[in-house]
């Protein structure tokens, strides 16, 4: 039995026994003695205990069981759909970053602009948008610097817009990156060496989806690419200028198309530059390749399908070309030699294949061609 308790049952025990020691009808003195000297020491050992009994009330006090059930607080987790909490990308995380370090954007809006000078590779998902209304958003002087699985919003507004701009870089991969709405060219390198670009969206960009100038060992492969309005320049979807090594491969390229002034827009353009051409898909535009001034080029197995001009094109001097194995469908001009004072001269046009066109090929003045094995002959 708990202490408390004993004690109230014997201060009950103390107050039965003053009905045995009162003083009785007869006058005796009671079982303990006389009456008044017992009830003297009854009551001081009752206000002892009674002291005894408040003591231990003070310090067991307890609160009796609540009826209504207890309700736990209720926690609110924040969403991290946004961005996680505490997260954050700006100049000063790349700056911060040792060379050679790797950076997760987190997902979130990141305005810019940005520049990385140093070896660096930059990683998210695409709800990790970089975003900036500067003409370069981001901008790359570094080596060895990758960009991968990332988000680059542009400001379409801004018509002289770069969303990657490579200056003096080299051994640069973008990859998987969701490129969009920029106001001049998604990717702009001059000069680069040794740039992939691989697996990237590319998408409502004024003029350009990748443009290299002065540059060397360039590879852009299996990109989709479209919506490209020649708003300053004629537009395309990739254009090597004065550039060699270049390599365009599995690549698709739609939706590439110009204004009443504007000329020479195709989903590939070779210019004074070299390389292969191989694979790609260009559709639902002005034409598909143009090769001006271009030379020791080799353009195979490419699709040039519903566009409004012509398919594949060579001029302005173009020389030691190889076209072979490429199809044209739907298109007023399936083949085309032209000049910018300066006709081709050495191409080999071979095992190429055309469907409802206007004109197979139009040859020109063109010298020292080989056209030979194709489909309308």
């Known amino acids: 039995m708990h202490r408390k308790q004993l004690a109230i049952v014997a201060l009950a025990g103390l107050l039965f026994g003053a009905l045995f020691i009162a003083p009785t009808a007869s006058g005796d003195s009671g079982l303990f003695g006389s009456a008044e000297s017992a009830i003297v020491d009854l009551q001081t050992r009752v206000s002892a205990l009674e002291a005894q009994v408040a003591a231990l009330q003070s310090s067991t006090t307890t609160t009796a069981p609540s009826t209504t059930a207890s309700v736990k607080p209720t926690t609110t987790t924040q969403s991290t759909a946004t961005t996680l909490p505490g997260a954050t990308f700006s100049q000063a995380t790349i700056n911060a970053a040792p060379a050679g370090s790797t950076l997760t954007v987190p997902a979130g809006v990141w305005t810019g602009p940005f520049v990385i000078s140093k070896s660096l590779k930059l990683v998210g998902s695409t709800d990790a948008i970089l975003t900036s209304h500067s003409t370069a958003l981001l901008t790359i002087t570094g080596s060895n610097v990758t960009i991968e699985g990332i988000t680059i919003r542009g400001d379409y507004a801004v018509t002289e817009q770069r ?3 490579l200056t003096g870089a080299s ?6 990156l969701n490129i969009y709405d ?3 060219s998604a990717v702009v390198g001059n000069p680069v060496t040794n740039l992939t670009v691989d697996d990237c969206t590319i998408r409502h960009c004024g003029d350009f989806g990748v443009h290299t ?7 852009v492969k299996n990109c989709t ?3 490209f309005a020649s708003r300053l320049y004629p537009g395309h979807g990739i254009y090597f200028s004065n550039s060699t090594d270049c390599t365009a491969t599995g690549n698709v390229i739609s939706d590439v198309q110009r204004t009443e002034t504007t000329y020479e827009v195709s989903g590939i353009k070779y210019a004074s530059s070299t390389g292969l051409c191989s694979g790609n898909t260009i559709t639902d535009s002005v034409a598909g390749i143009s090769i001006p001034g271009g030379y020791n080029v080799t353009v ?5 399908r519903n566009l409004s001009y012509r398919g594949i094109y060579l001029l302005a001097g173009a020389h030691d070309c190889t076209i072979r194995g490429n199809t044209v469908d739907i298109a007023p001009i399936g083949f085309e030699f032209s000049h910018y004072n300066t006709w081709p001269t050495r191409i080999t046009l071979t095992g190429n294949t055309v469907a409802s ?3 197979a090929i139009s040859l020109g003045s063109a010298t020292s061609c080989t056209v030979t094995g194709n489909s309308w002959q």
């Open 163 to 165: 969303g990657v701009t």
């Open 171 to 176: 051994n640069i991969t973008l990859k998987s």
């Open 182 to 184: 920029v106001g001049y």
């Open 213 to 219: 100038k002065s540059s060397s060992g360039i590879l």
């Open 225 to 227: 690419m479209s919506g």
């Open 300 to 304: 195979e197995n490419n699709t040039c």
């Open 357 to 359: 066109v206007g004109k």
